[in-house]
């Protein structure tokens, strides 16, 4: 299974684009790579997904390099409400399920 | 509309009890999970539960045991709680079909064992 490394802290300003990169050098052929957002006294959110070069969605855009050793997470403008912890995932979706390991993931401060 | 949801929010109890918590989830999803975050927040899976068969275990400690007894429901019952117990623990559910990752959690059910 793929380990990934991510920075445990951030700190940013509001309206600033933040950029979170994870580490995952083990990442096998067929792995994904999944970010999610996790609130105080909430469960995870599912914020993105990818495999390779770039994906985007409304909330983020997710870069993934030729090598696939790592992906950035990308939060265009945050606000306050964006602080949260980022979790990022690599792995095989599949019809028998799969094994999910959440690393520590990187805590993010957005201040006014 | 709540998509996963989980009972009780809170449980305090004294070691040694025997506790369950219940999960549901209306999303039609097939595969359901329990996982485990402690004070460090590091959140660790425990079980998988895919069509009513378990199909994952982490080298939980047998006494916890998740039951399944339908695709909407997937319940943990603990036996002979210790204080090492007490953490949030969250059910989660997915689509196996695809290729999507994105798994919907519920809000967390926080263990306190005294």
């Known amino acids: 299974l793929a380990k990934t490394t991510q920075p445990i802290s951030m700190d940013s300003y509001e309206g600033q684009e933040v950029n979170i990169t994870c580490s995952h050098n083990?990442?096998?052929?067929?792995?994904?790579i999944t970010w999610y957002q996790q609130f105080p006294s909430q469960g995870p959110r599912f914020i993105i997904q990818g495999y390779k070069t770039k994906v985007t969605n409304e909330v983020a855009s997710l870069f993934i390099p030729a090598d696939r050793k790592s992906s950035t997470l990308s939060l265009p403008r945050v606000s306050l409400s964006d602080t949260a912890v980022y979790y990022c995932l690599v792995g095989v979706p599949n019809t028998g399920g799969f094994k999910t390991i959440f690393g520590a993931g990187t805590r993010l401060f957005v201040k006014a | 509309d709540t998509a996963v949801s989980q009972t009780p929010k809170y449980l305090v109890t004294q070691m040694g009890n025997d506790k369950s918590i219940k999960c549901e989830q209306n999303?039609?999803?097939?595969?359901m999970y329990w996982y485990k975050q402690d004070s460090k927040k590091f959140l660790k899976i425990m079980f998988s539960y895919n069509n009513k068969e378990l199909i994952i275990n982490e080298t939980v400690p047998n006494r916890f045991s998740p039951k399944s007894p339908d695709k909407a429901h997937l319940n943990l019952h603990i036996n002979s709680l210790e204080l090492g117990d007490s953490a949030v623990y969250f059910c989660a559910s997915r689509s196996s079909g695809g290729i999507s990752y994105e798994q919907y959690f519920g809000p967390g059910t926080r263990l306190t064992v005294t």
């Open positions: 083990n990442i096998a052929t067929n792995d994904y």
């Open positions: 999303l039609g999803h097939d595969t």
